[in-house]
């Protein structure tokens, strides 16, 4: 065979492969996929979780939350709680054990068009994004800006078209909108209008949820199909760190609950300032607030679905600045996913955030790093897994496009190793040594398995330095931000029908231009 013979033949399997890669595959032959089982990292034994377990109910059994609402308050006494002389509500540990033992095992958060539903239970894995971030990161400045309704509703049309990103919690806040009213229901419109995906979302006051829900009621279709099949759920901070209720946080709990919203129990301390500055102390406290947490909803409304969300993060003790970048974060997270299975309750957790202000090098090794330690732990709920900066404080659109690719590989080590007699391969290897042509390229075994096991990345470059030149030395970021720009060429699919729009438009006073 002469070289131009052998350069068409490698020419010739290499365009075959890429166009098995370029098939799309059924869903159950994908090799990755939403709510896959992790687990498999255990970052705690058994005694160290037991331990962490006593240390909360204690807690809430001696020092107690202080700063709960009178409805709260009336809520848990009637539950079986006290409340002191100091005004502090505090928790029985049967009362405890006992709304451990009938909470929901399983809480199915859905998509606006049934597609995307996603079940929380056991060690199933998503991964999303969330945060408040007030800045948006512009990859061509290198600096920071406002972040802007046009901003979230462009995030949210970008997720839409990510297979890896899984649902959107509002990653960032709107602040060209002064009024906090219109900015909560200017929130649920951009999200709601950009995806299908389940969306979660936060109000700033009780006052707030009757008319985000009348929003909701309108595009569901009504109050019923809303109760059906709640697509929102509300992110709700109801503690404030240590060991006290968020007043109005609680209220607005209170009426998501009665509106048949999910709810995401977010305790969110800071190791070193408003938690113990162990991971072991951190993960307690916040076992212990989300507990109490778990009590309140269940007084509400027994049953009502509710997300285990202990949040604790890092303190980089030299500064006191927020480290969510660091080791000892993606320590906290899977720790605390140990804790929600502990329990047999849904839970989720922050990971994949950075503190690196850029999609660089250190945005890579940190949001890698707890992504992958938070789906091998089995965390059900991934938050901020996509596109956040800064110690929270920016978020970027050609980041979260990265991210999607970067999430890809998180979930292919979640997704493990299978051992069996096919993937042992025992027969390939007698086929392949003895009279084969002593190589396993273009057997049909390794092309019948190559989507089937592989996860190829869309953005990250694998080509050889001679091809890299000859492709004009192409750029992540440039990748990125050209990507953007062709999702946000096209109609989102989850915008409104023309006659709602204008329903809702007529309604609320929506920012957004039609």
Request: charged share 20%.
């Amino acid at each position: 065979m002469n070289e131009q013979t052998r350069n068409s033949s490698r020419s010739g399997g290499r365009a075959a492969r890429r166009a098995a890669r370029a098939s799309a595959l059924p869903e159950h032959l994908r090799p990755i996929r939403p709510g896959m089982e992790g687990g498999t990292l255990k970052v705690l034994t058994l005694h160290q979780i037991e331990r962490i377990h006593e240390a909360a109910l204690t807690a809430l059994e001696t020092i107690g939350l202080a700063d709960a609402p009178q409805s709260g308050i009336d809520y848990l006494v009637a539950a079986g709680c006290s409340l002191g002389d100091d005004g502090r509500i505090r928790f029985p540990r049967a009362l405890v054990e006992d709304t451990i033992a009938k909470a929901n095992r399983s809480v199915t958060l859905y998509s606006r068009d049934g597609k995307s539903d996603l079940e929380l239970s056991g060690n199933r894995v998503h991964y999303g994004t969330a945060g408040a971030a007030v800045s948006m990161v512009d990859v061509h400045g290198q600096e920071y800006r406002d972040s802007t309704l046009q901003d979230l509703h462009d995030a949210s049309r970008i997720c839409e078209q990510l297979e890896n990103i899984h649902f959107v919690q509002r990653p960032m806040v709107c602040r060209d909108i002064a009024d906090n009213l219109e900015m909560d229901l200017n929130t649920v419109y951009a999200t709601t209008s950009g995806t299908f995906k389940h969306i979660g979302t936060s109000f700033t006051e009780p006052s707030h949820v009757a008319p985000a829900i009348e929003m909701l009621h309108m595009i569901a279709g009504g109050e019923d199909k809303w109760r059906e099949r709640p697509f929102m759920s509300n992110s709700n901070c109801f503690v404030v760190p240590p060991m006290k209720f968020a007043t109005e946080s609680c209220e607005v709990m209170e009426e998501c609950i009665k509106a048949g919203m999910p709810v995401l129990l977010l305790s969110a301390g800071m190791a070193g300032a408003t938690a113990p500055s162990t991971v072991a102390g951190a993960i307690a406290q916040a076992t212990a607030e989300c507990l109490a947490g778990l009590v309140y909803v269940n007084a509400v409304k027994p049953g009502a679905p509710a997300i285990f969300g202990t949040w604790p993060f890092g303190l980089d003790l030299r500064t006191g600045a927020m480290s969510i970048g660091s080791g000892e974060q993606a320590l906290l997270t899977a720790g605390c996913a140990q804790m929600h299975h502990f329990y047999d309750l849904p839970g989720g957790a922050a990971a994949g955030a950075s503190d690196a202000k850029l999609p660089d090098m250190q945005a890579g090794w940190e949001q890698m790093c707890s992504n992958v330690m938070a789906g091998l732990s089995g965390l059900n709920m991934v938050y901020e897994a996509a596109g956040m900066h800064a110690s929270l404080l920016g978020f970027c659109h050609e980041s979260l496009i990265l991210s999607d690719d970067l999430i890809g590989q998180a979930q292919r080590c979640v997704r493990g190793i299978e051992v069996s007699d096919e993937t042992l391969a025992l027969d390939q290897m007698a086929e392949v040594c003895m009279g084969g042509p002593g190589h396993y390229l273009g057997t049909d075994a390794t092309l019948g398995r190559m989507q089937a096991d592989y996860v190829y990345p869309t953005f990250g470059d694998r080509s050889s330095p001679k091809e890299w030149v000859e492709l004009g030395k192409p750029d992540l970021i440039e990748k990125a931000v050209k990507r953007k720009d062709e999702i946000l060429a096209v109609p989102s699919p989850a915008r409104f029908d023309p006659l709602l729009d204008a329903e809702l438009r007529d309604r609320f006073n929506i920012h957004l231009p039609a």
